[in-house]
């Protein structure tokens, strides 16, 4: 596709149950983030993939969150044991990885846990 | 420790007054100031940046100014539409990284 595609677009789930959400970047795209946006709040940062280099996950807010990016395309982000101070708009942005350049985003992935 | 701070949670302007969107950043390295508009429901979108080398940047009603030695940038828009309204993104790169850095946004309400 043209864009980054997040999937799925909502997902609701169960407290304490394992989610996964799927970010399918622009092909050719090094840079990938992962954000997420609570209800009311701005953006905050999770983890930042680029290229081959060890991700920046200082934003990843507990041991429950964890994130891959594999073969440098597709990430998967996978919250475990899922709390409802989850529950928010997790989106995906991706960028060609050279300076100087913006990013692009998915239209986000919105998480309710019940 | 937030190195690019939106201080102004939300902003309310009347229809055709000037919208003034304020960002702040800490690291004097940041090089490339971006602005992204945020919908309800759809990811944000590009707006305008500007390079370090620049201090200001137009596009059509929309102007980012950059003050590096106040570590400051805005953007104005001039005149503001209710279809303007939506949640703006400030965002800074370079610093010897690729990585943006993206503020916490501002809420605009453009009021008819």
């Known amino acids: 596709g043209a864009g980054v595609s997040q999937s799925p677009s909502n997902k609701v789930t169960e407290k304490g149950k394992d989610v996964e959400l799927r970010c399918d970047p622009i092909s050719g795209h090094t840079a990938l983030y992962w954000y997420r946006q609570s209800l009311g709040q701005g953006l905050e940062f999770l983890i930042y993939?680029?290229?081959?280099?060890?991700?920046?996950k200082s934003g990843l807010p507990s041991d429950r969150f964890s994130a891959e990016r594999t073969g440098g395309s597709v990430s998967t982000l996978t919250i475990q044991r899922t709390q409802q101070e989850d529950s928010a708009v997790y989106l995906c942005?991706?960028?060609?990885?050279?300076?100087?350049?913006?990013?692009?985003f998915g239209q986000g992935t919105r998480l309710t846990v019940v | 420790d937030q190195q690019v701070k939106q201080n102004s949670p939300s902003l309310s302007v009347q229809e055709g007054r000037i919208s003034i969107l304020n960002c702040d950043y800490t690291?004097?390295?940041?090089?490339?100031f971006l602005w992204y508009k945020k919908y309800p429901a759809e990811g944000p979108t590009f707006l305008i940046s500007i390079s370090s080398i620049k201090d200001k940047n137009e596009d059509g009603r929309f102007t980012v100014f950059l003050n590096k030695s106040a570590k400051h940038l805005s953007l104005h828009i001039v005149p503001s539409q209710p279809g303007d309204s939506a949640v703006y993104f400030c965002?800074?790169?370079?610093?010897?990284?690729?990585?943006?850095?993206f503020g916490k946004g501002t809420k605009l309400s453009v009021i008819p």
């Open positions: 942005a991706t960028d060609p990885g050279g300076m100087n350049t913006e990013a692009f």
């Open positions: 690291n004097s390295m940041f090089d490339y």
């Open positions: 965002a800074a790169g370079g610093a010897g990284s690729y990585q943006l850095t």
């Open positions: 993939f680029q290229g081959n280099s060890a991700p920046d």
